[in-house]
DNA sequence: CGCTAACCGAGACGGTACGTCCCGTCTTTAC
DNA sequence: GTAAAGACGGGACGTACCGTCTCGGTTAGCG
């Protein structure tokens, strides 16, 4: 479905239209609220050139989302020292629920991994890849001696991550990033 | 919507078993898989019925969700030590996240807060609700000095609750309910 | 499909309109432009109402031409001679055939006709039967000595019948009613 | 569209299999059920292909059936008398009625000249000329006085044949070629 | 203890979207 | 230069629900 090196150009050209559109129409009306037939229309694609490409609903969804998934964030100054990696990682995370596609598809990718295996896995593993290198910057601190030893860096991520996405699917009012450090002193405490 | 004083039995009784069918429904296919003419089949109740006694989906749900959010957790002991009442609450936020209709609908929920007003005051005040049992819990240790006087009660509170539900909803295994102490542990530190 | 005494007086509604767009659709476009849309867009009866009456376009079609076919021809002054009656009955059937909703719908008839076995059945049915009073009043002829002993009833039926459709199907020029008594004549001859 | 002296020798080969399948196509699926990609699977010859050399459906159909109309009968010995010429022209169209592509194609040529002028063009044209052996042969036999001179060579010529075509597209029963005596009789009578 | 008003079920209605199929046009690649 | 392959926009197919509506049948509770 994501195949490179495609022979003709206007297949190309009309599966990116389509995975654009597919990307807005999932943040503005949600999983049930998508509908192919608007992506067509928002898009400028026919229909049956979307069926063409993909199987239905699921599978463009799917699709389009791993577009946004292959950037793993930049790499944030693996020199730092690892609370000030940390609190990148965590600003990043916050930004990005703030304001970003993926933040505004959240929810639809939510609901839908619980129906669908295909999502269910993209989802899963995009976030256990994220959440991996908060694990990683946790797991150096304690090494280096920056963090206590007591300190799990599996539990203590999850925490992390968790307070961020918990306001933006729980509550009102998302995480901000200036609330980052904040977080970080109450989980890792003042600490050294 | 929900008026109680209901003159003829018949319509609460009607009711009932269509709250109840759309909380299956909506556990069972989603969000986006429920459909109004399936909760009338699945209840027994005509679908003219329904669209009597609540306006449409929306208004189905949002009105058999509040049914599920009614108890709003038995008070766990006030008594004990704060660290202790701290562990009940996120046990049995664990728990309910493992099995529980709840649970089950928690995507779908977290998708209608998305797009509905209704569904979202009802979502986020549930979970403010819920979420400051454990506030005052951790508020409760500082200031009787068992929590370091570092711990933002709040921020505190975000992060351990959002461990249990980014595990529910972010990941393929959900938290479990031996995990808690290391999650406690983790975030509060040894510390005295 | 043509129940009489409906409950809901909006059924028989509909269902008139439709086929009467279907007949008009029929003679404008033939069987192959036929289409379900089409005939909703001419109805102002909506494609889901016309699905939920007939199952698609042959039973829909086959439904129509019925209705055309009821009126199995008025009297036509049974007492007269046969010869008479035997122009009265080509004359009818060549002035349907100039101008009839049915004439316009022949060509459509023979071709699904050909592929369908309901609308052959209806088509050769009614065939049959109409050209039975043709049949009936050479019989009578013969039998009362006006014609001579030597005219099969049947093929001569089909001969006078024949010339008439051959006209309408296989030619730019259809029968012209005048032409009636030039064809009786040379068919059965000045023979008394 | 039919240009001999076509230069590249596998235009010739794709269209004449093109054709071919045209009929079988034509012949089994009717009118409506008639499609261009059916035709190009069937003929192994590329949809894109045909469209090169024919404008659509109607063009095509129309080439492919003038292939089956160039032979206009072979000549029936002109010498014997007119009343065996006729019943030969006859036993020929009968026989023709029963069993051949063109009988086959019948039903879709009648619906197709109905809506298009070109298809109307040629079959009109074919059937003229066809019943004009059989109007010959009348007038021979009148002239010669083998036949009644209140014989109207038309108008017979139109009952005969058409006896035989309505047997073929408004009756189940096509005209056999045994029952040509009969009608030639019934028709012609016992009459010098 | 019978009437009547409310409530109910059944389902027709106009719509919209689905996913499939074919149309006729167009573009690319292989021979 | 021609053909095969097949993508494209378009549009009809027949299905499934949507939310609205009309229709009788039943049933609760008041008189």
Redesign the interface.
């Known amino acids: 479905m994501a195949e490179l090196q495609q022979r003709d150009p206007r297949i190309e050209r009309s599966m990116v239209r389509v995975r654009r559109a597919a990307l807005e129409e999932l943040a503005e009306?949600?999983?049930?609220?998508?509908g192919i037939e608007s992506v067509a229309r928002r898009s400028g694609v026919a229909k049956s050139t979307i069926y063409r490409h993909w199987t239905g609903k699921l599978a463009l969804v799917a699709d389009a989302l791993e577009t946004l998934v292959v950037q793993p964030v930049a790499e944030p100054g693996a020199s730092a020292d690892s609370r000030s990696r940390v609190e990148e990682l965590l600003r990043h995370l916050a930004g990005g629920m703030r304001d970003s596609t993926l933040s505004r598809c959240l929810?639809?990718l939510?609901?839908?991994?619980?129906?669908d295996a295909g999502v269910?896995t993209l989802?899963?593993g995009f976030?256990?890849r994220r959440r991996q290198a908060l694990v990683d910057a946790l797991a150096d601190g304690v090494a280096a001696g920056e963090l206590?030893a007591?300190?799990?860096p599996e539990?203590?991520a999850?925490?992390?991550?968790?307070?961020?996405?918990?306001?933006r699917?729980?509550?009102?009012r998302p995480f901000d990033v200036e609330?980052v450090p904040?977080?970080v002193?109450?989980?890792l405490?003042?600490?050294r």
Not at 110 to 115: L, Q
Not at 169 to 172: D, E, I
């Open positions: 009306r949600g999983w049930g609220g998508f929810p639809a939510i609901e839908a991994a619980e129906h269910r989802h899963h976030n256990d206590p007591d300190v799990d539990v203590t999850l925490a992390l991550a968790g307070a961020v996405i918990y306001r699917v729980m509550t009102s609330e904040t977080l002193a109450s989980v405490g003042g600490r």
